[in-house]
């Protein structure tokens, strides 16, 4: 009674028509939850979630710096997948950055000066991060390894990583954290332009335009998008088809390891497994929601934040728990992820054909 079908392509219109009911049916669902479930205005709970990105300046700041994090992180992931290639280990490769960051701001100072310092850590990080991503993608490209699950233990071997040098380098004893490093003499830490947030959305809107340039204005860009759409006809007008997936994975490690430098030397100035919090992960939604499109990422990226921080908001200010926050992000977010199957596919209902017995 129920057939689905692939859907051609839907114009730009009404994809965007499509993913606004989904938003609309998320608040209204998230509205009646809260009705039932607690009695309380949803108003309220919504304008919780507002301020909890926009309520003072401060948090302003830190919701964009915070969107640009996991846009850079998307950024990054999107080359890859725009190939078909699954690099799920952004977390790890964001830790190998971070950790080569952290490892040159204690070892080097101060016995070179600090840009020398800030220098290496770029470097480093990048290297790293990209490394991370290379060993992969060589055995993708070689012996044609599962790059999800090599990818993916990968996270697990830059968080035992770092959790060793938590305890190695344990600031205070017996704390498993390094702390902040080099808070009195700040070497290593990068020079604030404006305020403490900027650094990183400057970087991240440059970033943006170069993807967006190398994805569709290039021939770099241009074979990875064949390689996506089939490696056989990829082979076929002459592309080196192991060559794209290193070449790739390693732009992917290190933009993700630059994400890393960007954390440690920026923003927090310490190193821990859950310095990425999870968006590495999240990033994939985001680079999928968008359609591997830079600009549109931008736009998932602030609404994913805009939720995770209007869930904390929730917890502190209307009296209710973590969880219930956490839970109306999800209603939010699975209303959206479901608008793109109606984008993607189309259902056609058709009645029963009833059987008619003749009997003679």
């Excluded at 926009?54 to 302003?60: D, I, L, Q, W």
């Excluded at 220098?119 to 060993?135: D, E, F, K, Q």
């Excluded at 055995?139 to 090599?150: D, P, V, Y």
């Excluded at 219930?324 to 959206?336: E, N, S």
Aim: hydrophobic residues 50%.
């Amino acid at each position: 009674m129920i057939q689905i079908s692939k859907r051609g392509e839907l114009g730009r219109g009404r994809a965007l028509a499509v993913r606004a009911a989904g938003l609309v049916l998320g608040v209204l669902l998230c509205a009646l939850v809260t009705l039932l479930a607690t009695g309380k205005n949803p108003l309220e709970l919504f304008a919780a979630m507002v301020r909890g990105s926009f309520g003072t300046p401060r948090k302003t700041w830190l919701f964009l710096q915070n969107t640009a994090i996991l846009l850079m992180i998307s950024l990054a992931v999107t080359p890859a997948f725009k190939m078909r290639c699954w690099n799920l280990g952004a977390e790890g490769q964001v830790l190998a950055g971070a950790m080569a960051t952290t490892a040159c701001m204690k070892l080097l100072a101060p016995s070179i000066p600090n840009a020398l310092v800030i220098l290496c850590m770029l470097i480093t990080s990048v290297v790293c991060g990209a490394v991370w991503a290379g060993v992969p993608a060589i055995f993708k490209a070689r012996f044609n390894t599962n790059e999800t699950l090599f990818t993916l233990m990968m996270n697990y071997v830059a968080m035992q990583i770092v959790s060793f040098f938590c305890v190695k380098w344990e600031n205070p004893k017996g704390s498993c954290q390094i702390g902040i490093v080099n808070q009195s003499s700040r070497i290593g830490w990068l020079p604030e332009i404006g305020n403490r947030y900027l650094l990183p959305i400057l970087v991240v809107i440059l970033l943006t335009v170069f993807m967006f340039f190398y994805l569709n204005s290039t021939k770099h860009g241009f074979e990875l998008t064949v390689v996506g759409e089939s490696e056989r006809t990829a082979r076929y007008v002459g592309i080196k088809v192991g060559r794209v997936v290193i070449r790739t994975m390693l732009l992917s490690g290190a933009i993700c390891g630059l994400t890393g430098f960007l954390l440690v030397g920026g923003i927090h100035h310490t190193v821990s497994t859950t310095l990425a919090g999870g968006q590495g992960f999240t990033a994939v939604m985001v680079s999928w929601l968008a359609k591997f499109n830079p600009a549109v990422m931008g736009i998932f990226s602030g609404l994913l934040v805009f939720l995770s921080a209007g869930a904390t908001e929730v917890a502190t200010s209307v009296g209710l728990n973590q969880s219930f926050g956490d839970m109306l992000t999800g209603i939010l977010i699975f209303c959206i992820i479901g608008s793109e199957f109606f984008i993607n596919y189309r259902l056609s209902f058709h009645k029963k054909n009833k059987e008619v017995e003749h009997h003679v």
